[in-house]
């Protein structure tokens, strides 16, 4: 390495952890307590020495299931607890932990209480809903044949007042007069209640069933919870005459058909009345007892919204030990489980001590033998994070994890992402909004810690510190730019430039974007220093001052981007000297440089040549006919002497 080291073999994170292959030789009697301490060091990758078995064929496949449905359980209360709009949480002073019999005993008896209490409150609840539904009736239909017994009273006297027989034979007697009902038969109806969006086709159909013999009366009640779903629906009270038995039965096909719901109704107004108070009755005592119910299972279920948190950790964490332990080989006297894994040998110490702890806690005379093992196997990448590299190393899993001992580009990214960012978001107002964020985080970092935060805020405060950094590069690029919420600043004075007017300043010319109509011309005056940091202010509100702002934010680009590219090829060398692949080194690493280099580096340097000497140059004219016409350099593309002959020597770097 010598001179390319650079002190980056004392980062911690310039390389993943050195791995080793351990072997542990576990008492069947102390397994559970011993992969229970292993799992809260958390630094052991376990090998799947049962590979050949399918999951049912495994030790401990019974106790993997009881933990599935203990999970499935604490789901349940999950939901039930969210439908009840209660928060999850923890108290303050947990209760007493539970051993897996225990807890498993404690959620069938909840869940058990749970499906009797929601079965209850299902069926009174649509008890309750019928009862409202028929107090409907009652009243909505109770009117029709109120207001039908007034009209058919009125219509009667008024007969037997003002109508006089005309004809001189006509008896004179009412009773000797027919009878129409006589002639028509019984009438018979049918009363309830049908959803508004479906009485349409509902009326059209009883019609043409009954050929029009039958008559409907309707009215809207408003939004109804329905007794069979439980949801607000807008519905009708209807009554529906008809004159015989197979109407009847139409009537009654039609009803069941568009799911309306009828309710028995007296014809007697007496009757009317009493059904309607032991209906009001009825209601008042179901709403003292959905009432109770209520209390009874909110009750329930806030004990269980406190302990939720509590037993679904537990029983992740018993599953993980079982899916663990399956994993484990069993030998021959089933008294001894055997296990192999992978252990970062900086955490020996740890593993050491857990399996010590782990071997007083199950009161075993045997203890847990650890030795190494010598095996061709490639190790796993581990890399040792901290609160603030953990999410530069998440950005840098995203997109690959590094092989064992390669070079972590996360060092790197540390510096190169937020920048990267910054140079897109530039802009020193947005950068201090986003400072202040961050500082929020930051500030109050202990106490987000110790509380459960949505998905989307979570995100946001695992990655505090790169937002941090995000907004200091975001400050900085902004000084740059220029740009307070895309609007020009002086923090460091106004623009030296002046107006020009047939080679004399012009000083009452205050606004620059004024002087090219005034036949004028922008420059700085002689020994006069440009604009101290960033983009001259001058430039805002010009014709030309986006496409000068495109111009040079591509070429920064450019810059970065060649950079960039250079670093990650330097990177592979790294690696290549520390596996000591020489071939690889000269094979790869040496035609990608002085490919990269030849081509783009060039471009580079012509971009700094042309800011530093304020050419005017194409430097697109140049890169083209770089290779268009070698050796033959054009007055568009003049940059400096020998340029002819050095474009030659790095075309012939570049592959054809």
Known sequence: ??????????????????????????????????VAALGDVGLLQFKDLNSDKSAFQRTYANQVKRCDEMARKIRFFHEQVEKAGMA??????????????????????????????????????????????LQLVLEKAGSFFDRARSEAQAESFGERSYSVPEAMDAPLLESALPS???????????????????????????????????????????????????????????????????????????????????????????????????????????????????????????????????????????????????KLSMDTSRKVLVAEAWCPLAAKPRVHEALRQAA????????????????????????????????????????????????????FTIVTFPFLFA??????????????FAAYLLINEKALLKQKLDEIFDMLFGGRYCIALMATFSIFTGLIYNEFFSMPMTLFGGTHARCFINGVVDEAVTDLRACPELHGEVAFPKGMPPYP?????AWHGTKSELPFLNSMKMKMSILLGVVHMNLGILMSLFNNLYFKDRLSTICEFVPQMIFLNSLFGYLCN??????????????????????????????????FPGQAGLQVRLRRWVPA
């Not at 390319?4 to 307590?33: C, K, T």
């Not at 940091?533 to 202010?537: E, L, S």
């Not at 050419?615 to 290779?627: A, P, R």
Request: glycine content about 8%; aromatic content about 10%.
């Open 606 to 639: 012509a971009i700094v040549y042309k800011w530093l000497t304020a050419k005017t140059t194409d430097l697109y004219h140049v890169m083209i006919y770089m290779f268009l016409s070698p050796g033959t350099v054009d007055e568009a593309g003049y940059l």
């Open 360 to 411: 007083q806690a199950s009161s075993t005379q045997v203890s847990t033998v650890l030795q190494p093992l010598l095996t061709a196997d490639q190790p796993p990448t581990y890399f040792q994070t901290d609160m603030f590299t953990n999410c530069f190393q998440a950005i840098v899993d995203a997109y690959g994890v590094a092989r064992y001992r390669e070079v972590n580009p996360a060092v």
């Open 1 to 34: 390495m010598g001179i390319l080291n650079f002190g980056f073999d004392n980062i911690e994170l310039w390389r993943s952890q050195e791995m080793q292959l351990v072997q542990l030789m576990i008492p069947a009697e102390s397994a559970h307590d011993t």
């Open 423 to 436: 140079v897109m978001f530039g802009d020193f107002g947005h950068g201090l909004l986003m400072m202040a």
């Open 180 to 326: 129409a009902a006589a002639h028509a038969g019984r009438l018979g109806f049918v009363a309830g209640l049908i959803p508004q969006e479906k009485l349409n086709g509902f009326e059209r159909l009883l019609f043409r069933a009954t050929r029009g013999n039958m008559f409907l009366r309707q009215t809207p009640v408003g939004s109804v919870k329905d007794p069979a779903s439980g949801e607000l629906v807008e519905k009708h009270v209807f009554v529906v005459f008809y004159a015989g038995e197979r109407a009847r039965t139409k009537v009654l096909k039609i009803c069941e058909a568009f799911a309306a719901n009828r309710y028995p109704f007296p014809e007697d107004a007496t009757r009317q009345r009493q059904m309607h108070g032991e209906v009001g009755a009825r209601l008042r005592e179901l709403e003292t007892t959905i009432s109770a119910g209520l209390h009874h299972r909110g009750s329930v279920l806030q004990n269980i919204a406190f302990n939720l948190d509590q037993w679904a950790t537990q029983v992740r964490r018993e599953k993980a030990v079982y899916h663990t332990l399956n």
């Open 88 to 133: 999850v949480g923890m108290r303050a002073v947990p209760d007493k932990s539970f051993n897996m019999d225990e807890l498993e005993g404690k959620l069938e008896e909840l869940e058990a209480e749970m499906l009797e209490a929601n079965g209850n409150s299902e069926r009174l609840a649509r008890s309750y809903n019928e009862l409202g539904e």
């Open 533 to 537: 940091f960033g983009v001259d202010p």
